[in-house]
Each structure stands twice: as C-alpha cells, then as structure tokens.
C-alpha cells in the first residue's frame, strides 16, 4: 500500500469542527454591536421559532429534534441562573432559530439582540444542519449565549457592550462551564502545527494571540472558583452587573492588587495547562510518532495502547486508535489494524475527519486477510455513507471495490470498477491495471485484456505486472488455440 500524507487531516479537521462549532456563535455577537436591533416576525412558541421552512421543515425527525431542544433550552436558563447567580425574568425573551447554514459558511450558532412582536429578546440562531448531524454542544453553547443575554438584559445594552470583551466573554465561557474543552483545542492546534505542546504553557503570556482569545479571560474566574469559591465569583459578576468599577471588583474579590494576581494567574493557567496535558496523553502521542519515525513503529504501538487504557481525556483517544490501526496495517498485523479501525468507527463517530479514511482501511485490512465478504460489506458502506471523502480516496475505494469484485469472481463489475479507477489517477494505479487485465482474460475478453496490458506498458514500460501478465495471456492464447486448431 502506498502511503499518503494525510496522517494529520483528520485531526484537523475534528479539531476545526470543534473550533467552528465553540466559535461560531462569538463572531456573530462580537459583530452584533450596534445601537437598534434588527425587527423580525416570528412564530415563537414556548421560546422557539417555528417559522423554519428549510431543507429539514418536512422530516418527522428534525421536529423531534427540536422538541429535545425546548427542554435543553430550559434547563440552559436555569444552569445560567445557577452558576452566576445572574436572576432571569423575561424567560419567554430567550428565543431559538433555527436555519440552514451551508456547513462552509462555518457558523454552528449565532446569536443577536432582535426587536420582535413579543419585545426585544435574544435570538440565538441554530445550524438545522448540525443539529440533524448531531454535531454540535447545544447546552454549553446555549448557556453561554444566555450569559451574554442574562448580563445584557439587566446592564442595558450600552452599559455591557461598553465593559471589556475579555470581561464579557471570560464570564460566559468560565459560565458554561468551556475552559476545559478550550483548553483541549488550543493544545491540540498546537500538537496540530508540531510545536510540543509544553511549548503551549511557556507561551501563555502570549495567549491573547492564541487562537482562542477568551481562554485566558475565562482562567481568571476559574482561578477566584478554585481559590475561593463560587459564591465570590457570583458576588463579583453582581457587582459588575450593578455597574461597579470592574477591576476594583476583582481585586477585592481575590484579595490582590492587580499586578499580583496577574503573577498568580500566570501560575495558576501553567498548572491548569499541564494537567490538562497530562490528561489527553498528547506527550504519549508525540513520543509514539518519533518512535515510529525512528522505525519502532510495535514500541509505538505499545505506547498509543497504553494511552488508551490510561488516559481519563477521550479527547486524543480516537487518534491514537486511527495511528495504532495504520501503523499495524504496514507491519502487516492486519487484526489489530482491523479492530483498531473498527474502533474508530464504532465509538467515535463524531471524529468525522477520521471516519472515512478508517473505512477505506478498514476493508484494506480484510482484502489482505481475504476476507472478501466483509471487505464488500465496509465498501458498500463507505459508497452510501462517505459521500464527503475527498476524491483521492473514492478513486481508491473504487480499486479496493474492483479488487474485491475480481475476488469474488465478478469480472465484470470489477473491471468496470478497475476501469474508472486506472483512469482517475488512483494510488493503485498499476495494481488497477494489472487486476482489468486479468478480469478481462477471465472473462474471455481477450482482446481487451491485451489492450489494458498495452495501455500500462505504454504508461509504465518497467511495472513488475507486465512479464505476469504476458505470460498468463500467452498461456490463455495457448489453451484458446487448442480448443479451436485452424
Ligand atoms: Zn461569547
């Protein structure tokens, strides 16, 4: 098999849906600042517009989804209220929409001041698409748009637009309860980019740069959590709500002037950043790559398992399955590829990235073990379900599925299928030659079996397929001559 580069893809891109999804709805509200709200009708019910005439307006299913959602919704409110201490009135003024957002366009949510015919209320804006997939954390992203429209609500909209971001969005994201998965993004995009992810905490001082600029903001009310409990941080957030000096508030909540508790966050985000680390088996991670790169790929192996069994984060656990899978399949222990794969394709189906490579290599792996049926089985699904795989991998699924047809004796479907694949530029491309070559012949197709042998001797004079191939035709023309003599 040759090898691609795509080893990193599909972390990237689990990694950039968790991004999109955590981010999505902050774009929306940091671009929302203006003086009037936008005035919409809609046909709000319970807290929910049921003005949606998408795509999904006419599934059975989307509407139940939507009815889950009226209950997170509520308990979102009530989370909110629990945690900051901030008191909701209005409730009914928190709305939920929903629309189709094409998946590019990278919004999850969004979220708004409107003017409606109930009032102005907050309307957070909910992708249809990523609700159907299921993709998405709808209770941390709710809560902490609540946040925004709890704090907005009672400061007016001047007052809390005019308190600092890192102010606003430090007690939303500490609110829902996100520094944690925060975190986990910011070390996997460093992990992503190959720095070591120490390198991460040596960094944070420099973290408003970061790609995630609320992660720091959020540590401060974590740290006053941890230090000295929740009630200081929710007497804190009523004095800012109150309209109280900000800073003078913090200080007198941790009982440092400011230049203190900057050293002491400094210190408290490293620890917080190690053990976090420390929990996602990133280090076991890095040191099983540079022992395979370093040709020990079973000590890699062994290493990535007992990251598996140990780690409490799920957050890398997928990815190490993906590499244990990989990296058995090229030392040819195709049962340990096959149930590392099986792995990822079972218990993490929301690593989207990773789910059709998997299946590709999947069925891969029972080619090689001959077990063509099953090997059939995961084609088939990889067909109906991996509609998104890039077009590199389709070309090679669809040599893996004439590979697997020839097998099983169906020469004609599978030299359709080499066909296609020897003439999209396939990875296999030679092997797709040489298995339409032998479809044909077996087939009786003579003389199209000794076109394909002409075309991959034009295309690659020196494939170790052509003196097997020659002598398997020569033999056939051999036996064809006996059975009709001139
Ligand atoms: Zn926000």
Redesign the pocket.
Known sequence: MTLRKIELLPLVISITLIFIIGTG??WL??SSGREFFPVVSLDIKDGIDHSYAGKYAQHDEFWSLVNDISIIRKQALQTVQDRTGLVITNRERFVLKFKDFSMESGFGASSMPVRTQIGDAILVTISSEQLMLGVMDIDASLV??F??GAMRQQMGFRNYQALPKWI??GI??WGAGQLQERTRNVIAAAYLEERDPVSVVHQLDNMHNSSDD?LVDAILFEYIEQAHGVEVVRSLIARVVAGDNYLEAIEDATGLNWNELQRVLYKYAHGYFEEIISMSGLGEIQRAQKLYDWGKASQAIELLEELIATKEDPLLKPNAWYLVGRWSQELERFGLAAMAFTNVLDDYPDYIGLQDDSRFRLASCYVSMGEYEKALVELERFFKVHIQAPAELQVDAWFLFGRVQYALTNYLVAAQALRFAAQNRCNFVQDSFYYLCLAHLRSGEIFQSKLAMAELAFRYPYSKHLPKLKSQLDKKLLTAKQNHPL
């Open positions: 709805m902050d509200m940091a902490h748009e946040i925004h606003r969005e939303a994201v609320y």
